[in-house]
Nanobody, 117 residues
């Protein structure tokens, strides 16, 4: 059973920075991996994700401010978040999509990011 554990969330002032991390218990046949977020009263949305082919995509709202990275040796994902805005407030989730038929999504428990003065 694959387990994903996020860390690094917190309360930060507008303009501040955070670094989120996701530890993945095992790596297997993966189609994609990345970060999503869900704000109160809103649907979960893609923040950044990379496919097994190396295609990296960011949501338009975070381009230039968020940076996705992966450490294959440590089986971790990271998300560097800069220039935070109040609208970035959400629970951030780590995701791994298994390359199976049909594809299966694994999710972490989420980490809260709150941007407020």
């Amino acid at each position: 059973q694959v387990q994903l554990v996020e860390s690094g969330g917190g309360l930060v002032q507008p303009g501040g920075s955070l670094r989120l991390s996701c530890a993945i218990s095992e790596i297997f046949s993966i189609y994609a991996m990345g970060w999503y977020r869900q704000a109160p009263g809103k649907a979960r949305e893609l923040v950044a994700a990379i496919t097994s082919g190396g295609s990296l995509n960011y949501a338009d709202s975070v381009k230039g401010r968020f940076t996705f990275s992966r450490d294959n040796a440590k089986n971790t994902l990271s998300l560097q978040i800069n220039s935070l805005k109040p609208e970035d407030t959400a629970v951030y989730y780590c995701n791994v999509r298994e390359d199976s038929d049909p594809p299966y999504d694994y999710w972490g428990q989420g980490t809260q990011v709150t941007v407020s003065s």
